[in-house]
């Protein structure tokens, strides 16, 4: 049933991490050499093939402000049972998207009077 908001959630980093990367690409031809780097940086830092509960204490405050933390953690409670997310962790993952696509949006407008000349 709540596998939808989850899936939400993940096409919203997806659509914010597209914005703040889209006028990059254009400007600097090197980020779309640099994106498959990234995105497997950002598998190992995203809770997909171990569990949230193998990172110490301390720091799961970091994991949580990975949007993806709160995403993943719901699709495996939401399809295969389990323990829900801590509603912190999807507060600030949900923050944390919120606020990557308010700022892309912005980012990406200013990028936009430029992209086309730039092509």
């Not at 980093?13 to 690409?25: F, P």
């Amino acid at each position: 049933m709540f596998l939808p908001f989850f899936i939400a959630l993940a096409s919203l980093t997806g659509l914010s991490v597209t914005l703040w990367l889209a006028g990059a690409a254009v400007r600097y031809r090197d980020v779309g050499f640099a994106l498959p780097f990234i995105g497997q940086i950002w598998l190992y830092l995203t809770p997909v093939i171990y569990p949230a509960s193998l990172v110490p204490e301390r720091f799961r405050w970091l994991l949580s402000l990975n949007p993806m933390t709160a995403v993943v953690g719901g699709c495996r409670w939401s399809l295969l049972g389990g323990e829900l997310p801590h509603t912190g962790v999807l507060a600030v993952s949900a923050s944390c998207t919120v606020v990557l696509v308010i700022t892309g949006l912005f980012v990406f407008r200013r990028a936009e009077r430029t992209i086309v000349d730039m092509i």
